[in-house]
């Protein structure tokens, strides 16, 4: 039995992984990070927290002594670092955080793999967030980085970090590059998650308007559940690498809302304002990803688009604001 430590159990991909990871026969080590109020919802939902192989563990980051001793209580092969403080917004007003646990936190489990085995597989978390200013499009493996925030700017050392161990101490070291990708399991602060639980809320009559920034600003969406399946077969590789995960499609925000309104029979433009308030202080207009990479070494495609994608999560917030 092989057996993975996942930092970042609580969240999205970090759920969605760790199913994946116990329908492959793994024993699953999931870290959360010690809060006010601990929410295991998303693994709750997917019905393995109470899965005999998946043991749940309070962990700090960026406390080098506490990953030391995960790893080798753990007897790890492989270990996926989800964690991080990943709210764009957010880094703005707590940039200090972001970069200690998004950014050292990263270099914290690479030392600690050195010192307890460095034959363990190690996957990093990298974003298409780093591209920021983008230098060309698509985006590939090679295109230079521009971050725009300091969340962009801390998972950018993170990546750095992961390459520097591989090519210094020989490491399987690898980064998913990954492009925005959403659920029904993704936290209400994301834009995908704000726009279709305020569609359901309006449709429900609980709400009269959904308040955003930029409208205007193009991503490539996919769906988290194909992009962990890339992260998983990256570390049955034979050699490490870097691989941009993505579906080759951008849409507006706009037309993102146009879709999830569509889905209860409503139109966008009757509810949507433009908030100033949501404008950040750097934006990112455009990202597009070229996953032909991972296609080509991983045999790895997207089968979850925009229009699948949305109303799934659409009818899941259904579910949710009804019982409420």
Known sequence: MKTAVVTGISGQDGAYLAQLLLEKGYRVFGTYRRTSSVNFWRIEELGIRDHPDLHLVEHDLTDLGASVRLLTNAQAS???NLAAQSFVGVSFDQPVTTAQITGVGALTLLEAIRIVNPQIRFYQ???????GKVQAVPQVEDTPFHPRSPYGVAKLAGHWFTVNYRESYQMHASSGILFNHESPLRGIEFVTRKVTDGVARIKLGKQKDLRLGNIDARRDWGFAGDYVDAMWRMLQQPQPDDYVVATGVTTTVRDMCRIAFECVGLKHDDHVVIDPKFFRPAEVDLLL???AKAKRVL????TTGIDKLIPMMVDADLRRVSRE
């Open 78 to 80: 492989e270990v996926y």
């Open 125 to 131: 978390a990298s974003t298409s967030e780093m591209f």
């Open 289 to 291: 990803g070229n996953p």
């Open 299 to 302: 045999g790895w495609t997207p």
